[in-house]
């Protein structure tokens, strides 16, 4: 999905120049910006809320439904970053001069060395900083069904969302986006979220809710492939029975978007939706 990367550079670049002309806007492209931890909250055994301060006399991160992140840290011979997705602010109302992180954090065993950012996060105190830069992803959502992809303009009515592990939160915002504005942004969503033990299910309560406030709008099944014994629901991998039962068909105005594990994404899910009917760059795009 060579989409991804085509424009990063001139949105950047874009970025930069509004910025220099609204300062309320926190990030400034390729420029990196200090946040400093104000709260971190548990989501479950390994996932935090992590809230962080935007600098003084700015109120929005500056960044689109669709886009991203980078998470810097910099050692003293070294700089490590990572993307990440912010799942707050979603909508204009709540730009409060913070935003949440919500990250999954892989501690480092014997047969990996775990994730750099996520485990400096989970040792960050609260008054400690991190640096972020952005935002990147050519994928930015308009409402009403509207995407802005590489600058040109689609409209869909349906969307599919086949996720996994943390590529929920990409999904999340979109999702949030849609149902915030639900009197507004009619647009149908079904989502296919694939983890491997229940607990690693993130934003789970907050999808449970939309799911209950919602039930004509958005649908979502959860996929694990290691289930304890009392899961009733879908268990296994992600396949093609999996995605035909929980996803639009290939239909016009029916856009299937996916974020997850490249094996996932590129052995199982794309070869599917391809084999369904589906099209890459017209209506299969990757976060």
Not at 62 to 85: K, S
Not at 228 to 254: C, L
Request: proline share 6%; hydrophobic share 30%.
């Amino acid at each position: 999905m060579e989409h991804m990367k085509k424009r990063a550079e001139d949105n950047a670049k874009q970025m930069a120049k509004s910025a220099v002309s609204a300062p309320e806007i926190a990030l400034k492209g390729h420029k990196w910006t200090r946040v400093r931890l104000i709260n971190k909250s548990r989501v479950s055994e390994d996932t935090y809320r992590y809230t962080f301060r935007l600098p003084a006399k700015t109120r929005k991160l500056g960044m689109e439904t669709g886009q991203h992140i980078q998470v810097g840290f910099h050692f003293q011979d070294r700089l490590v970053a990572r993307p990440y997705t912010p799942t707050r602010p979603i909508v204009e109302g709540e730009n409060d001069g913070t935003f949440d992180l919500t990250v999954k954090t892989y501690y480092p065993d014997p047969s990996q060395p775990g994730g750099t950012i996520s485990n400096i996060l989970d040792c960050l105190r609260v008054c400690e900083e991190v640096e972020v830069k952005g935002p990147s992803g050519d994928i930015r959502y308009r409402g009403g069904g509207q995407f802005m992809v590489d600058d040109k303009q689609f409209n869909f009515d349906r969307i599919t969302l086949i996720l996994g592990g943390s590529g929920i939160t990409p999904g999340y915002q979109l999702i949030a986006r849609i149902l915030m504005k639900a009197n507004d942004d009619k647009t149908q969503i079904k989502v296919i979220d694939a983890n491997k033990t229940e607990g690693d299910i993130l934003m789970r309560e907050e999808l449970a809710e939309f799911k209950k406030s919602h039930p004509d709008q958005f649908q979502i099944c959860h996929v694990l492939s290691h289930p304890g014994k009392d899961w009733s629901g879908e268990k296994g991998h992600v396949d093609e029975r999996i995605i035909h039962q929980y996803s639009f068909p290939p239909e016009e105005r029916n856009l299937a978007l996916l974020c997850g594990p490249p094996t996932m994404i590129k052995k199982s899910v794309l070869p599917a939706l391809l084999e369904w009917g589906y099209h890459e760059d017209k209506n299969l795009l990757g976060f």
